[in-house]
């Protein structure tokens, strides 16, 4: 076993802790025993993963509540990556996110975050868990 | 956010002096966007060279600055993507909507 680690984190649920989050995404991808041009896109992916599923967790699941808390909790062996985003909101339905469109004359300001999390990772489910909800992306790793 | 205007032969140029454009900071660029276009500005040049990272809500921030400057019969072009941000941009498809140059006077160029 080359890689193995497991990181919980809980924070308030504002987006002031998006940098610090993307951080701790970079740094756990910039550890991991893999070719150096993997362990970078990881880095960069790791990221953006976080951000979105974070922003997504404060804006659509917690309604932007500080007072509420959004646990995180990020898992790496030499197969997988998977990284679990749990809110205590009021959830919502994933598979009703359409596809953005790509048109000029069709674009929309809104609408990329949950495109760009299945882009990057393999599956990404959004169910209920312990009387939230948990956001749950997967990659496979080897 | 940390923002320098600046004008040049009719053009507006905003340099974002940020690391970051994401759900954090990029409402506040998209109010100035929108003060700009609804104060007369007609074309607008943004340098993103320090911006390193960039999410869904920056880019979409940057379509809603499109769109105002489509409204106005105006232009919004970018200036200097780097790597998270231009790779962003490919995944999304947004680099077939917005042109993008790699300096400020290239940009400005295109005016001439």
């Not at chain 2, 940020?18 to 506040?28: G, P, T």
């Not at chain 2, 995944?91 to 400005?108: C, K, M, P, Y």
């Amino acid at each position: 076993m080359k890689n193995d680690i497991d990181i919980d984190i809980t924070i308030p649920s504002h987006t002031r802790y998006l940098r610090m989050i993307g951080r701790i995404g970079e740094k756990v991808a910039e550890e991991l025993d893999c070719p150096k041009d993997t362990r970078e896109a990881l880095s960069c992916q790791l990221a953006v993963v976080l951000t979105e599923g974070l922003v997504n967790a404060i804006k659509h699941a917690s309604r932007a509540d500080p007072d509420k808390e959004i646990h995180i909790r990020i898992n790496v062996s030499d197969k997988n990556l998977v990284v679990r985003i749990y809110d205590n909101g009021v959830g919502f339905d994933l598979d009703s996110i359409p596809t953005p469109n790509f048109s000029p004359h069709g674009l929309e300001e809104k609408g990329r975050g949950i495109f760009i999390l299945r882009s990057l990772m393999d599956t990404v489910k959004y169910k209920r868990s312990d009387g939230g909800n948990v956001l749950e992306m997967k990659k496979k790793l080897a | 956010m940390d923002i320098r205007t600046e004008h040049s032969e009719g053009i507006t140029v905003l340099y974002i002096k940020e690391d970051r454009l994401d759900a954090n900071n990029s409402e506040e660029l998209k109010i100035e966007l929108r003060r700009l276009f609804d104060s007369g500005t007609k074309d607008l040049v943004i340098d993103l060279k320090e911006i390193h990272f960039i999410d869904s809500s920056g880019l979409g921030v940057l379509v809603s600055g499109y769109k105002n400057a489509s409204t106005a019969h105006g232009t919004l072009k970018l200036t200097d993507l780097q790597s998270q941000v231009k790779s962003m941009f490919e995944l999304t498809r947004l680099h077939r909507v917005f042109e993008i140059f790699t300096s400020v006077d290239d940009a400005l160029q295109s005016y001439r």
